[in-house]
């Protein structure tokens, strides 16, 4: 199974960009409810015998089952034929954000990720279609569930012998983005290692050496725009909060910090692509990347206090 994520600029009309906030609004409400679900059964199981709690709990009987992904869905099932909010969203829609709280906790307890958060205006910023219908594809264009045909900037072709799965809409300062996830039944061979051998090391002075005598120059985009950044923060941070004009200088801040990430990963593919080109088998040490940014750290303090 081979799985490729292709991504395109949507050009939504003003009703289309309406109801995809639409949408985003509506899935951030069932996060939160959801998410409050979760947290008051268990504060209640959490509760002492022989003390109160300083805020005031609900009260939830000992027999109520834990709210898992599995009973949140039938309490959004029974939601929507009483809310005409909730009946205007894509149930399956809603069904993802529930499995994406879910995969929220059991990364909490696996993984020992930090507690889920509430969304609140505007934070929630993706929704998932996991299923588009029959041909949603075209040129130019996709056919989403309960928005209808969307152009799209089609930057390159779709892929050949792939069958679209599912679509991601994801928003940014930028406007709406497209992920598209095409799967394909052809099984890849490990290609055997023969051919010209590249290592390549992580360095402090240097983004990266290979064993050929590349050594990339480390990359300062965040340094080099710091100095807009902090002038456009200043003009933020004069305006009054909610206003016309504080929505527009909040805009340009995400604008610089979109295109700070943008052009870093532009250099990460870029950086990748000539090491491909380069050789025939590429070889990198198994590094902990997170000890050593920890291990920076210390000496960067130490060095601090001696001065």
Same mark, same amino acid.
């Given at each position: 199974?081979?799985?490729?994520?292709?991504?395109?600029?949507?050009?939504?009309?003003?009703?289309?960009?309406?109801?995809?906030?639409?949408?985003?609004?509506?899935?951030?409400?069932?996060?939160?409810?959801?998410?409050?679900?979760?947290?008051?059964?268990?504060?209640?199981?959490?509760?002492?015998?022989?003390?109160?709690?300083?805020?005031?709990?609900?009260?939830? $009987? /000992? &027999?109520?089952?834990?709210?898992? +992904?599995?009973?949140?869905?039938? =309490? #959004?099932?029974?939601?929507?034929?009483?809310?005409?909010?909730?009946?205007?969203?894509?149930?399956?829609?809603?069904?993802?954000?529930?499995?994406?709280?879910?995969?929220?906790?059991?990364?909490?307890?696996?993984?020992?990720?930090?507690?889920?958060?509430?969304?609140?205006?505007?934070?929630?910023?993706?929704?998932?279609?996991?299923?588009?219908?029959?041909?949603?594809?075209?040129?130019?264009?996709?056919?989403?569930?309960?928005?209808?045909?969307?152009?799209?900037?089609?930057?390159?072709?779709?892929?050949?012998?792939?069958?679209?799965?599912?679509?991601?809409?994801?928003?940014?300062?930028?406007?709406?983005?497209?992920?598209?996830?095409?799967?394909?039944?052809?099984?890849?061979?490990?290609?055997?290692?023969?051919?010209?051998?590249? $290592? /390549? &090391?992580?360095?402090?002075?240097? +983004?990266?050496?290979?064993?050929? =005598? #590349?050594?990339?120059?480390?990359?300062?985009?965040?340094?080099?725009?710091?100095?807009?950044?902090?002038?456009?923060?200043?003009?933020?941070?004069?305006?009054?909060?909610?206003?016309?004009?504080?929505?527009?200088?909040?805009?340009?801040?995400?604008?610089?910090?979109?295109?700070?990430?943008?052009?870093?990963?532009?250099?990460?593919?870029?950086?990748?692509?000539?090491?491909?080109?380069?050789?025939?088998?590429?070889?990198?040490?198994?590094?902990?990347?997170?000890?050593?940014?920890?291990?920076?750290?210390?000496?960067?303090?130490?060095?601090?206090?001696?001065?």
């Amino acid at each position: 199974m081979l799985t490729l994520t292709y991504e395109y600029k949507l050009v939504p009309t003003k009703s289309q960009a309406e109801a995809m906030q639409h949408i985003l609004d509506v899935c951030g409400s069932v996060w939160n409810y959801a998410l409050r679900d979760r947290k008051d059964w268990i504060a209640s199981r959490k509760s002492p015998i022989n003390a109160c709690s300083l805020r005031s709990e609900y009260v939830i $009987g /000992v &027999d109520a089952p834990y709210p898992g +992904f599995n009973e949140q869905c039938k =309490g #959004l099932t029974q939601a929507k034929q009483l809310s005409p909010r909730l009946k205007s969203v894509n149930a399956q829609v809603l069904q993802q954000v529930l499995r994406k709280l879910d995969k929220a906790f059991r990364d909490m307890k696996d993984r020992k990720f930090g507690f889920p958060r509430f969304k609140k205006r505007g934070r929630m910023r993706s929704f998932v279609f996991p299923q588009l219908g029959k041909h949603p594809l075209g040129q130019g264009a996709v056919k989403l569930p309960n928005i209808g045909r969307v152009k799209i900037r089609q930057s390159r072709p779709y892929p050949d012998g792939f069958q679209v799965k599912q679509a991601r809409i994801v928003k940014r300062a930028s406007g709406f983005y497209l992920m598209l996830c095409f799967q394909s039944d052809l099984s890849i061979i490990e290609p055997p290692l023969t051919g010209h051998f590249v $290592g /390549v &090391d992580v360095g402090l002075e240097y +983004f990266l050496s290979t064993s050929d =005598g #590349l050594q990339l120059e480390r990359p300062k985009f965040f340094v080099d725009l710091q100095r807009q950044l902090k002038l456009l923060q200043r003009r933020l941070k004069r305006k009054k909060k909610g206003s016309a004009n504080w929505l527009k200088a909040q805009k340009k801040v995400a604008l610089l910090h979109e295109q700070i990430a943008n052009t870093r990963k532009d250099f990460h593919f870029k950086t990748a692509h000539q090491l491909c080109n380069q050789g025939d088998v590429v070889a990198v040490e198994d590094l902990n990347l997170i000890g050593l940014s920890r291990g920076m750290w210390f000496i960067k303090a130490t060095r601090h206090r001696q001065r």
